[in-house]
């Protein structure tokens, strides 16, 4: 049996194979398998050097400074880490209130925590995109309370590969002295990821959405008084108090190596990406009631999110058995109900239903996204015939 040809990129990607080869080498008593912590004996030493290694190369990713990187086991953890932990230092001084913003389009693992800090006495207000799953400076703006101490924007959405405007997100909150948050898992190896340029206090990353392993990830956190995270995780005091537990040599290896070939292959990947994604949309465009959903102008090379007018989504997912794609977001594909991002754009939740996101990446070759097409163009035609 052949393969479906692998289109969910977003969801997660294989670990580059030099990459890996490198991971492997952390495991055995033949690599550096010694705890970084470990300071009486070479072996910790060892450790210790390649885990700061990997740390100068995420942080040269963001263009950030190494003291500014703290490890977690993912983008899910330093959201977490960020909302609570800066949500945990403004209630130290402030006994009630506090307000926090984000999109309503933020992957769950930035909205589930936002509700949990509500159950905890915090206010939050969740802004609603534009069509283009954008969200405004001005929209922002109306939405600050007296004691909004927080903003949580993603940097690329990743149903749509809708990209903010960061910079002139953090712009108006910058003045009032609200912190602002980035979650940038499906930015970092697309697009520049520059933490200075940016402007942000706090940005989360994930290895395993740029060719690293699973399991593994970093919060940036900026280097300044102002930016106090308090631990959420308790036990050792290791990354400068934030995240105890003994650092995973071969997985922060493993993310080091990624960022690195990231940064190097940025302008290439992406522009290749771009092209086939362009090529594929290209070549189903012309299919009847077929729209593309968000903006075509602004967004990440490699995803192109369509609805499929008339055909039921499930029903169009389940015949596509050659192509490995998702509807929405892979976390969200275990429910039926129709994508909460889809929703908020504005489309009904027939179309909803009805939307694809395929995600193109390293690996895709020009063969596959034409074999994409021609299957796509007969399940379609068979299903509209049905
Ligand atoms: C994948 C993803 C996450 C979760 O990252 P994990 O490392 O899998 O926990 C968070 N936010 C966005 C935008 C993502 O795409």
Redesign the pocket.
């Known amino acids: 049996m052949r393969k479906p040809v692998y289109l969910d990129y ?1 969801a997660t990607t294989p670990v580059a194979p030099e990459v890996a080869a490198r991971m492997a080498q952390c495991l055995t008593f033949d690599g550096t398998f010694a705890n970084s912590a470990s300071r009486s004996h070479v072996y910790g030493w060892q450790a210790e050097e390649i885990v700061e290694e990997a740390r100068a190369q995420v942080a040269s990713l963001i263009d950030a400074d190494t003291r500014e990187i703290v490890w977690t086991s ?4 330093a ?1 977490n880490l960020a909302l609570k932990g800066i949500a945990e230092t403004y209630r130290a001084t402030h006994t009630q209130g506090g307000h926090i913003i984000v999109s309503a389009i933020e ?1 769950k ?1 930035v909205l589930d925590p936002a509700t949990w800090l509500e159950s905890q006495g915090f206010r939050v207000t969740r802004l609603q995109p534009g069509s283009d799953g954008i969200i405004t400076a001005a929209g922002l703006e109306a939405a600050f309370q007296d004691d909004t101490f927080l903003v949580s924007i ?1 940097l690329v959405n ?1 149903e749509l590969g809708s990209i903010n405007d960061v910079k002139c997100l953090v712009d108006v909150c910058k003045p009032r002295g609200i912190l602002f948050h980035c ?1 940038a ?2 930015a970092a190896g697309k697009i520049e990821v520059n933490v200075k340029k940016l402007g942000v206090d706090l940005l ?1 990353l ?1 290895a ?2 740029f060719y690293g392993p ?1 399991g593994v ?1 970093a919060l940036y956190v900026r280097r300044a008084g102002e930016v106090k995270v308090a631990a959420q995780i308790h036990g050792g005091g290791h990354e400068r108090m934030m995240r105890s537990g003994t650092l995973a040599t071969h997985q922060l290896i493993g993310m080091g190596g990624a960022a690195e070939l990231a940064r190097e292959q940025l302008s290439e990947d992406s522009l290749r990406i771009a092209t086939l994604r362009d090529r594929l949309w290209e070549g189903i465009a012309n299919l009847p009631n077929v729209t593309r959903n968000g903006s075509p102008s602004c967004c990440v090379g490699g995803i192109l999110n369509v609805a499929f007018g008339n055909i039921d989504g499930e029903m169009l997912l389940l015949s596509l058995r050659d192509l490995a794609i998702s509807s929405g977001s892979a976390c969200n594909s275990a429910s039926m109900s129709p994508s909460y991002v889809l929703k908020a754009i504005g489309l009904s939740d027939e179309h909803a239903q009805a939307s694809l996101r395929f995600s193109i990446g390293r690996y895709t070759t020009v063969d596959e996204i034409e074999f994409a097409i021609e299957h796509l163009r007969s399940v379609i035609a068979k299903l509209n015939k049905a």
């Open positions: 977003a993912g983008a899910t953890e959201n992957h693992a993603m990743n979650d898992a499906q989360s994930s395993h959405k699973k990830g």
